[in-house]
Each structure stands twice: as structure tokens, then as C-alpha cells.
């Protein structure tokens, strides 16, 4: 028998012993375990070996190791990221010198620029002729800027602009008046010290004109100060040429917005002090609280760098009995300084057919921070007495310059040091329902029944004086 007969029939061959092929299943798993441990491999490559500890059970030392090499790893990262930092910061500092040489060549030389590149600009000031007020407002009138003054009549509005424009004039600089009231005075503003024949005058037809000279007369650069006396009088031309009673709302309020916007820049960048005086109107169907607003808008009142309001406190009497009245007591508030600090208070004299007092402000000013002293009716300095009485001894201090000045010096000092508050020096009214300060911010009779006439007006009764004083 044949070896293939013992072996009976043939059931099994080669082909029977392989595997069979795989499935899309089993191909897909055996995939994702390839992606799996090429990840794996690609992190173990990125964090390094550690050392023989990292088949081991998790240590101290290995946790250790592992920080060290996160910490490592975010250190690189953040190299990176503070490079690409650095680069667009270089980036944008080339785009901003890019612009900068743009708007330069287009609208002029300085027109960007950085601050710290120019010297610091230190604000000048102008005298306003009384020590105390030039003091609450930081050193006087800033130049550049634009000033309003404002108050009731017969309160040294227009005594205060003299004196301003004769410190300029005696300091060397040019003066301009805008005599929109068409009442100036060149006796009285000779007498302030107003030096009137180098002082340029304009007396307007119309408000357009007024403002058109004042906007001009800054573009110029060679005037230092101008005033307008009065806002209340520039009056449009519309006003002017149509007929009296005609309704013009808002004419002027839109006039001045117009011209400030123009002013106000130019007068910056020319170093020219714009100082507006203002007059006082009621508003109808007050009540409670001020009634009084200030004529031609609401513009002035935000373009203004400086809002002075001034009133009269009380009448100065002349020596004797029945003495008449030689001057008034001026009481300064200011309302609003961008140069200083605001809600300052100053008094000082102004005395009819001389205008401010400025040897007689430094005397009271004196005597209120201690560099003067008085002991009864004598007043001494330095424990020398000087003389007998207020009136004998300011006239002695008067006649010797180099003590007046001084006395000037050292009360100024003391006044701008911080050591006395310039709002000290006001003395307080007497108490009273008249004759006393009110809500109106009235301190005399008259003026006090004034505003109760003009409430009354509104529906509220003369008879009901204590529920409005």
C-alpha cells in the first residue's frame, strides 16, 4: 500500500492554513491604535527622558522631574510669544512714526507730535490789580485762555478789565477793547492806569462784527489781551435790522457758539487772553433756587477756562460823620478754573474815580495773615509801629515803596504757601433775613428786595419774604 493510500484522502493543504483576511472593522481599530501610539511616541519625544524612574510607581522625584520639564516647556513657549510680542510692538511703533510723518507733512509741522518731546508749557498770568483775587485765582488771568466775568451792575466789572489791560500795558504788551455798550470812559480808565492812547478801541455795529475784529485781532499775534464789554450787547444783525419786538430765539446763544469755536483755538495758540464780561437776566417761573443766568447761551460757560462772578458786599464811607460814600467792597467767587484750583473767594476795594485799590488790598491781606499786627488803633511791623489809625497808616506805607513791596512779598508768600487758605480772609455777614447772603447770593437790602420783585413776578407773594429769603 502506497504511502498516499495510508494517509487516506487528503482534507487539509496550505491554502487552509492561513489566516483569513480581515474585516473593515478590525482594520479600522488596528488604525486608531497606530494613531494612538505615534502620539504617544511624539510626547515622550517632546518631554525627554526623565530617567529610569518614569516605569515606575509615581514618586516624589519624578513628579518633581515632570514640573520641571512643564515649566521648562511653558518658559520656551512664552520666549516665543514675548518674541512675536516684541515684533508687533516694533510693527506698531513703525506704522505710528509712519502717520505721524503723514499728518505732519499734510497739516504742518507739530500738528502730532509726543508730549514728551516738548518742553513743559507753564501757564502765564495777568495781574488783575488786587493781591487777594490774583491769589484765588491761581496768579491772575491766565493768558491763552478765555475769561468771563460776570455779576449784577455797578459790581467792578468793567474796573477789573481796566486793570487788566493796564498790567499788560505797563508790562510792555498790547491791549484791545470791543465797547460793544458803547460807554467807555477814557477819564475813569485813564485814572485806573489805562494808558488809552496806545489801547486799540472798536465800538461794533452788530455782534458779527464785534466778533469778527476779536477773531482777527487773536490771529494776529500781537495783542495780549482783549476785552468785551458786554456779551448782553452783541447783538445780531438779524436782530438789528428787523423790527424791535420781532422774536429772534436763540440768535445770539448761536452766535457765540459759532465764533468761540474759532476763538478759542486761535487765541491758544497765539497767547491771547480773551476776557468776556457778561451781564445777569432772571429766568421766568423760578421758585426755588437761583433764578439768574447769564446772557448769550451756554457756550461761553464751557469754552471758558476762568468764571469770575463779582458783587458788591457793601459801601466804603469816607472819614467823618456824615461822610459820603468813597468806594465798595467787591466779594469775587470763582466759579470754575481749569488753571487752578476753583471755589476760591477774594475781597478787595474799589474805590470811585481810581478804580481798585491794590496798596489797600495788600494792607488788609497783611494784617489778616499776621504780617501786620494792630494793637488798638496802632499798627506795627516787624515790632516797629507805624502809625496810628487805617487810613494814616496805609498812606505811610504808601510813600515808602520799598516796604510796601515788601509787605507785598511776604504776604504773598505767605497766601501762596498753603499755610492760609485765601477763603479764610473772608469775614462772614451778620445774620438776618436781609442784608445777609441768600440763596440769591445777594448781601444788601436793595438788591435782596430786587430779587423779590422779580420772584414775585413768577406768582410767588412780596408778603411771603421768609419763605424765599
Same mark, same amino acid.
Given at each position: 500500500?502506497?504511502?498516499?493510500?495510508?494517509?487516506?484522502?487528503?482534507?487539509?493543504?496550505?491554502?487552509?492554513?492561513?489566516?483569513?483576511?480581515?474585516?473593515?472593522?478590525?482594520?479600522?481599530?488596528?488604525?486608531?491604535?497606530?494613531?494612538?501610539?505615534?502620539?504617544?511616541?511624539?510626547?515622550?519625544?517632546?518631554?525627554?527622558?526623565?530617567?529610569?524612574?518614569?516605569?515606575?510607581?509615581?514618586?516624589?522625584?519624578?513628579?518633581?522631574?515632570?514640573?520641571?520639564?512643564?515649566?521648562?516647556?511653558?518658559?520656551?513657549?512664552?520666549?516665543?510669544?514675548?518674541?512675536?510680542?516684541?515684533?508687533?510692538?516694533?510693527?506698531?511703533?513703525?506704522?505710528?512714526?509712519?502717520?505721524?510723518?503723514?499728518?505732519?507733512?499734510?497739516?504742518? =509741522?507739530?500738528?502730532?507730535?509726543?508730549?514728551?518731546?516738548?518742553?513743559?508749557?507753564?501757564?502765564?498770568?495777568?495781574?488783575?490789580?488786587?493781591?487777594?483775587?490774583?491769589?484765588?485765582?491761581?496768579?491772575?488771568?491766565?493768558?491763552?485762555?478765555?475769561?468771563? +466775568?460776570?455779576?449784577?451792575?455797578?459790581?467792578?466789572?468793567?474796573?477789573?478789565?481796566?486793570?487788566?489791560?493796564?498790567?499788560?500795558?505797563?508790562?510792555?504788551?498790547?491791549?484791545?477793547?470791543?465797547?460793544?455798550?458803547?460807554?467807555?470812559?477814557?477819564?475813569?480808565?485813564?485814572?485806573?492806569? +489805562?494808558?488809552?492812547?496806545?489801547?486799540?478801541?472798536?465800538?461794533?455795529?452788530?455782534?458779527?462784527?464785534?466778533?469778527? +475784529?476779536?477773531?482777527?485781532?487773536?490771529?494776529?499775534?500781537?495783542?495780549?489781551?482783549?476785552?468785551?464789554?458786554?456779551?448782553?450787547?452783541?447783538?445780531?444783525?438779524?436782530?438789528?435790522?428787523?423790527?424791535?419786538?420781532?422774536?429772534?430765539?436763540?440768535?445770539?446763544?448761536?452766535?457765540?457758539?459759532?465764533?468761540?469755536?474759532?476763538?478759542?483755538?486761535?487765541?491758544?495758540?497765539?497767547?491771547?487772553?480773551?476776557?468776556?464780561?457778561?451781564?445777569?437776566?432772571?429766568?421766568?417761573?423760578?421758585?426755588?433756587?437761583?433764578?439768574?443766568?447769564?446772557?448769550?447761551?451756554?457756550?461761553?460757560?464751557?469754552?471758558?477756562?476762568?468764571?469770575?462772578?463779582?458783587?458788591?458786599?457793601?459801601?466804603?464811607?469816607?472819614?467823618?460823620?456824615?461822610?459820603?460814600?468813597?468806594?465798595?467792597?467787591?466779594?469775587?467767587? +470763582?466759579?470754575?478754573?481749569?488753571?487752578?484750583?476753583?471755589?476760591?473767594?477774594?475781597?478787595?476795594?474799589?474805590?470811585?474815580?481810581?478804580?481798585?485799590?491794590?496798596?489797600?488790598?495788600?494792607?488788609?491781606?497783611?494784617?489778616?495773615?499776621?504780617?501786620?499786627?494792630?494793637?488798638?488803633?496802632?499798627?506795627?511791623?516787624?515790632?516797629?509801629?507805624?502809625?496810628?489809625?487805617?487810613? =494814616?497808616?496805609?498812606?505811610?506805607?504808601?510813600?515808602?515803596?520799598?516796604?510796601?513791596?515788601?509787605?507785598?512779598?511776604?504776604?504773598?508768600?505767605?497766601?501762596?504757601?498753603?499755610?492760609?487758605?485765601?477763603?479764610?480772609?473772608?469775614?462772614?455777614?451778620?445774620?438776618?433775613?436781609?442784608?445777609?447772603?441768600?440763596?440769591?447770593?445777594?448781601?444788601?437790602?436793595?438788591?435782596?428786595?430786587?430779587?423779590?420783585?422779580?420772584?414775585?413776578?413768577?406768582?410767588?407773594?412780596?408778603?411771603?419774604?421768609?419763605?424765599?429769603?
Amino acid at each position: 500500500m502506497s504511502l498516499g493510500a495510508l494517509r487516506g484522502p487528503s482534507c487539509f493543504s496550505y491554502s487552509s492554513c492561513r489566516a483569513p483576511p480581515p474585516s473593515a472593522h478590525s482594520m479600522k481599530a488596528l488604525s486608531t491604535m497606530y494613531r494612538l501610539r505615534q502620539s504617544l511616541c511624539s510626547t515622550s519625544s517632546l518631554m525627554g527622558p526623565v530617567s529610569s524612574l518614569e516605569g515606575q510607581a509615581s514618586t516624589p522625584a519624578r513628579s518633581m522631574a515632570l514640573r520641571a520639564r512643564a515649566k521648562e516647556a511653558k518658559e520656551a513657549k512664552e520666549g516665543v510669544a514675548g518674541t512675536q510680542n516684541d515684533a508687533s510692538a516694533a510693527q506698531k511703533a513703525k506704522a505710528l512714526e509712519s502717520v505721524m510723518k503723514d499728518v505732519n507733512s499734510r497739516f504742518g =509741522k507739530g500738528s502730532l507730535m509726543k508730549m514728551g518731546s516738548q518742553p513743559d508749557k507753564v501757564v502765564d498770568y495777568i495781574s488783575c490789580g488786587a493781591l487777594t483775587l490774583d491769589v484765588a485765582l491761581g496768579g491772575g488771568f491766565p493768558k491763552g485762555r478765555i475769561v468771563e +466775568v460776570f455779576g449784577p451792575e455797578s459790581s467792578g466789572k468793567t474796573t477789573l478789565a481796566m486793570n487788566a489791560i493796564a498790567a499788560v500795558q505797563r508790562d510792555g504788551g498790547t491791549a484791545a477793547l470791543i465797547d460793544a455798550e458803547h460807554a467807555f470812559d477814557p477819564v475813569y480808565s485813564k485814572r485806573a492806569g +489805562v494808558d488809552i492812547d496806545n489801547m486799540f478801541m472798536c465800538q461794533p455795529d452788530s455782534g458779527e462784527m464785534a466778533l469778527e +475784529v476779536v477773531d482777527q485781532l487773536v490771529r494776529s499775534s500781537a495783542v495780549d489781551i482783549i476785552v468785551v464789554d458786554s456779551v448782553a450787547a452783541l447783538v445780531p444783525r438779524a436782530e438789528i435790522e428787523g423790527e424791535i419786538g420781532a422774536v429772534q430765539v436763540g440768535a445770539q446763544a448761536r452766535l457765540m457758539s459759532h465764533a468761540l469755536r474759532k476763538i478759542t483755538a486761535n487765541a491758544s495758540k497765539c497767547n491771547c487772553t480773551v476776557l468776556f464780561l457778561n451781564q445777569l437776566r432772571y429766568k421766568v417761573g423760578v421758585i426755588y433756587g437761583n433764578p439768574e443766568i447769564t446772557s448769550g447761551g451756554n457756550a461761553l460757560k464751557f469754552y471758558a477756562s476762568v468764571r469770575l462772578e463779582v458783587r458788591r458786599k457793601t459801601t466804603i464811607k469816607g472819614p467823618g460823620t456824615n461822610a459820603e460814600d468813597i468806594g465798595i467792597r467787591v466779594k469775587a467767587k +470763582v466759579l470754575k478754573n481749569k488753571c487752578a484750583a476753583p471755589y476760591k473767594m477774594a475781597e478787595f476795594d474799589i474805590m470811585f474815580g481810581s478804580g481798585i485799590s491794590s496798596e489797600g488790598c495788600i494792607f488788609d491781606a497783611a494784617e489778616a495773615v499776621g504780617i501786620l499786627s494792630r494793637k488798638g488803633s496802632w499798627y506795627s511791623y516787624m515790632d516797629k509801629n507805624l502809625a496810628q489809625g487805617r487810613e =494814616k497808616t496805609l498812606a505811610f506805607v504808601m510813600e515808602d515803596k520799598d516796604l510796601l513791596k515788601e509787605i507785598e512779598n511776604k504776604t504773598r508768600a505767605a497766601l501762596s504757601s498753603g499755610t492760609v487758605d485765601i477763603n479764610d480772609l473772608i469775614k462772614e455777614p451778620s445774620e438776618g433775613p436781609l442784608g445777609s447772603e441768600d440763596e440769591f447770593g445777594y448781601t444788601d437790602d436793595d438788591d435782596m428786595e430786587a430779587s423779590l420783585t422779580a420772584v414775585a413776578g413768577t406768582g410767588v407773594p412780596l408778603a411771603n419774604k421768609e419763605a424765599i429769603a
